[in-house]
Structures are given as structure tokens and as C-alpha cells.
């Protein structure tokens, strides 16, 4: 437990400086990370990145994290499909070593995280207050879902994938996040009226919870605790970053598309 406070303090002081700034230092910063989520997600399923497919996991990943005002999203479909083509190419140049399911799931890692740390980039650059309320709708979630479910918990929300999660602290996210979304509307700078901030609150809420346990799936079927140990306490980069990579697009596009 100490180890893991450290690790959070040490964490917050310089995350959110960053955040604060925006800008070069936190794309850099949100570069950083994608990088270091993508290359937990390849070592789960055993997959170099001293390779063709990471390389060209690695050169997709950075394409996808480029802001929307340097790259119209047409490059980066376009990068997609070429990445698609080239992956293919070499399953076929290594005789089908380097196998079909590979290029799958080496495609569905860069693009699940690439975009959802792209859109950290994209909802940052629309305004603090927007990424701020992200966060703190899903630290409220997360915060709620365990105290409540330490308390009351007693019907397993989804056992096979994560045993110590309940219904009732489920429940209990939601609600924390909800009274967040009211705080915004009432001390925030945002022009979306309180019903829509409470429907945009329940949304995120319940898809951040999925992403975690997205997560938790993904770890459980390769059989590891942790993503990462970049974060001593707290696992690696997707461990901590799961929910948001899951909500940052939907909040995008209820709030500024």
C-alpha cells in the first residue's frame, strides 16, 4: 500500500502539470504513453517489437496519435489500410509465421490505443475543463465502484473476468459520477445544460467500467496480473489509462463533434 501511494503521488505531480499545460509537453507525454501501452499489449501476446510487425505497429500507433489539425482523418485511414496491406504482405513473406490472428490483434492494439490516447490529445486541445471532467468522472467512478463495493458488495457484477467486482459497487460509480457531473455544471465552464452533463456523466460512467473490465479480459485470457510494472503498485500504462481509452472517444463526440 505504500508502495502504491508513492507511486500515485509521485504520478500526480507530474501528470497534471502537464495536463495543466497542454500543448508540446503533454502530446509528448501522451506520445510517451501510447508508445508504452502499445508495447504492453504486444509483449502480452508475445510479439517483438524489435520486428516488422512491431515496427509497423509502432509507425501506425504515432500516425493515429497525430492531433486532427496536422493530419486530416483521410491520412489516417489511409494509414490503416496500408498498415492492413503490409501486415499481410509479410504473413505471406514469412509463410504464414507470422499468422493471420496475429495481424489482427497486432492492428486491433494500435488502433485501440492509439485512438483513445488521440483523443486525449483532440478533447485537451478543445479545453481543460472537458479533459478535466473525464477525469474526474472516472476517478469518481472508479473511487465509488470499490469503496461501495467494500462496504456492500455482494452480487458479483462478472465473476469469470473480474472476481472481486459486485453489482452494488458497479451501481455505486455511477452515482459518484453523476454527483460529479452535477459539480461540473454548477462551478464549471461548460454551456451543455445539467440533464445532458448527467446523461453525458452515466454514459462515460458505465463504458469506463467496461473498459476496465475490457482489460481485465484481455489480462486474464494471456494470463498476466499486471499490463506493465512501469507504475511500482499500480501495473503498467493501460492498467491505469484502461477506462479512458474507452470513454475519451465517446466524450468527443457527445461534447464536440
Known sequence: MKQRIITAIIAIAIFVPVVYLGGIPFATVIYLAGTV???????????????????????L?????????????AYKMEGIVVAV???????????????????????????YVGM?????????????????????????TDSGAYFVGRAVGKKKLWPEISPNKTIEGAVGGVVCALVVAALFFFFAPLDQSLIY?????????????????AQSAFKRHYGVKDSGKILPGH????DRF????????????????
Open 116 to 140: 483513445g490516447f488521440c483523443y486525449m490529445l483532440e478533447i485537451r486541445s478543445s479545453g481543460l475543463v472537458y479533459l478535466l471532467f473525464a477525469l474526474f468522472i472516472i476517478w469518481a
Open 61 to 73: 500507433l504515432w500516425l493515429l496519435l497525430a492531433p486532427h489539425t496536422w493530419l486530416i482523418h
Open 85 to 111: 496491406l503490409l501486415f499481410l504482405t509479410y504473413s505471406v513473406l514469412t509463410k504464414n509465421r507470422f499468422t493471420f490472428d496475429e495481424v489482427g490483434f497486432a492492428l486491433l492494439s494500435t488502433v
Open 242 to 257: 484502461d477506462s479512458l481509452l474507452f470513454i475519451l472517444p465517446i466524450l468527443y463526440f457527445l461534447m464536440m463533434a
Open 37 to 59: 501501452g502499445l508495447y504492453e499489449l504486444l509483449r502480452m501476446k508475445k510479439m517483438s517489437i524489435v520486428s516488422v510487425p512491431g515496427l509497423l505497429s509502432f509507425l
Open 235 to 238: 501495473g503498467g500504462i493501460l
Open 197 to 213: 452533463l448527467l446523461l453525458i456523466g452515466l454514459v462515460i460512467s458505465i463504458f469506463g467500467q467496461i473498459g476496465d473490465l
